[in-house]
């Protein structure tokens, strides 16, 4: 038994310390709003006279081509880059320069163009500045049909040059065909991906809420999905109709942009709240929340309406229901819940407690959160459970300020006393195969699974000896088994 135990151990080891090789490397969008025209950076149509990008600007490196931001030929957003040629010699049009932490991971270039002819205008390659060097793409080419947005992915075999923290950028060369002409480019992207383009949308966020903030205001809450975002951030678009709408694949918008007739960006950011203002008291408001990845792969939407209502002192606690956590007698775990208020009369807040027979199991990281202006913000609080003796547990936590109707959930947990049953190995040993995960165990462990930004996805008791979990998901895991815990990449 012990030596198969060993060989499980190794095997594990050897297969752990090999995917997370592969995936060691984290993927990253760099350009942001700037690629779609949609940011601070300007276009400046003044030649460099170098080969060498700038600050916050697109420029060119010399004065036969003119570059300029475009309103009327648009892919997404309000804005794309015209370039104009009608020279047979190629010179650069270059992105805005970032800079980028040390990374050995090799870039994609994405990006959509378009023109009025597909013989006649002018021909484009991609390319890459890193450090102090530079990679293109071969050969010449331009758009397969005319007035129609074509994409172009560019992923360079080498991580083009420099691998520690340095300036880069990408853009693009371009001389005329014939008589050359204009082409249009918009949604342009820079992203770090070890495999090269990425065509994977990400999952779409849960659990959407919203509630009247103020008399002109709507204060909407989601999770992120369990999966996370890949590098992206979250869309939330806004309509007096369901703007069923979906923005384009790849697209960039920046808030205030236009999804449809009836459907305009609201927010774009990493926050998981927004409060959307300047409101018509007692209208009703359609919402649809994205989530995308660092190519600008959209999840699909999470729909949520909401009517802007009275403006009564309410408290909300996100979670319906607070999940029960299971554990050992002597070890704790936690649950985390979302507190927000609104329109409060008390100066001093909303308090937390915890009451009930089983109260002293359960403890709060905050027992008081402050308001600013009668508003407290979507504020995070762990809920830890911690039992002196086994069995099922059970508390009442209340969030009250005065003037307000209280907000109350159940808190339950179950607890059992770890028996020695002679195996003192403090490590987990289990084996990962076909997103199964097979470990042994004690009867009535507790058995704890977590996604990589701690949410709990898995929580049950364990029989004795081999047990058998189903996980669909990928990506790294934390398994709690009584008192061991351990990591997996799925």
Not at 358 to 383: C, D, M, W, Y
Request: glycine residues 8%.
């Amino acid at each position: 038994m012990g030596k198969s135990l060993l060989s499980f151990k190794s095997f594990f080891s050897f297969l752990f310390l090999t995917v997370a090789i592969g995936v060691s490397s984290q993927n990253t969008s760099y350009l942001g709003l700037d690629g779609g025209l949609e940011g601070v950076s300007v276009v400046e149509n003044v030649a460099t006279g170098d080969v060498l990008p700038r600050v916050n600007k697109w420029v060119k490196a010399n004065a036969a081509l003119t570059i300029s931001k475009d309103t009327t030929v648009v892919r997404s957003g309000n804005s794309s880059l015209k370039v104009t040629t009608l020279s047979s010699t190629a010179y650069r049009v270059w992105s805005p320069l970032m800079t980028i932490p040390e990374s050995t991971t090799k870039w994609v270039i994405q990006y959509f163009r378009r023109a009025a002819s597909t013989t006649d205008g002018i021909q484009t390659i991609s390319n890459v500045y890193r450090g102090t060097g530079e990679v293109k793409a071969s050969p010449y080419n331009t758009v397969s049909a005319a007035n129609v947005w074509e994409k172009v992915v560019y992923f360079p075999t080498t991580t083009t040059a420099s691998t520690a923290a340095s300036a880069v950028a990408a853009g693009l060369y371009c001389k005329r065909i014939v008589a050359g002409g204009d082409m249009y480019f918009d949604d342009f992207c820079v992203y770090e991906s070890a495999l090269g383009e990425d065509i994977t949308a990400p999952d779409a966020p849960t659990d959407a809420s919203v509630h009247t903030f103020t008399s002109t205001a709507l204060a909407l809450t989601w999770k992120a999905p369990l999966t996370g975002t890949d590098g992206g951030k979250y869309l939330v678009v806004r309509g007096v109709v369901d703007p069923t709408a979906a923005p384009n694949v790849n697209g960039i918008y920046a808030v205030n942009s236009k999804i449809s007739a009836d459907a305009v960006v609201v927010y774009q950011g990493s926050e998981t709240n927004f409060v959307d203002t300047a409101l018509t008291a007692g209208g009703q408001y359609y919402y649809r929340i994205y989530a995308y990845d660092k190519a600008y792969n959209y999840s699909a939407s999470l729909p949520i309406n909401a009517v802007v209502g009275a403006t009564l002192p309410t408290i909300a606690i996100t979670q319906v229901d607070v999940p029960t956590m299971s554990t050992n007698v002597g070890c704790m775990e936690s649950e985390m819940i979302y507190v927000s208020a609104i329109n409060l009369t008390d100066a001093n807040g909303v308090a937390l407690s915890v009451t009930g027979e089983n109260a002293n199991f359960f403890t709060l990281s905050k027992s008081f959160i402050e308001q600013t202006g009668g508003v407290v913000s979507t504020t995070p609080v762990r809920v830890t459970y911690r039992p002196t003796e086994d069995g099922s547990h059970s508390a009442i936590l209340t969030a009250t300020s005065n003037g307000v109707t209280y907000s109350v959930r159940n808190l339950n947990g179950t607890a059992k006393t770890l028996h020695d049953h002679g195996n003192h190995n403090s490590q987990l040993i289990f084996f990962v195969r076909n997103g199964y995960v097979l470990f042994l165990a004690n009867e009535r462990d507790a058995i704890c699974v977590y996604n990589a930004m701690g949410q709990k996805i898995l929580s049950k008791m364990a029989v004795q000896g081999l047990n058998v979990i189903s996980l669909n998901i990928h990506g790294v895991i934390v398994i709690k088994v009584g008192d061991k815990v351990a990591k997996a990449i799925l």
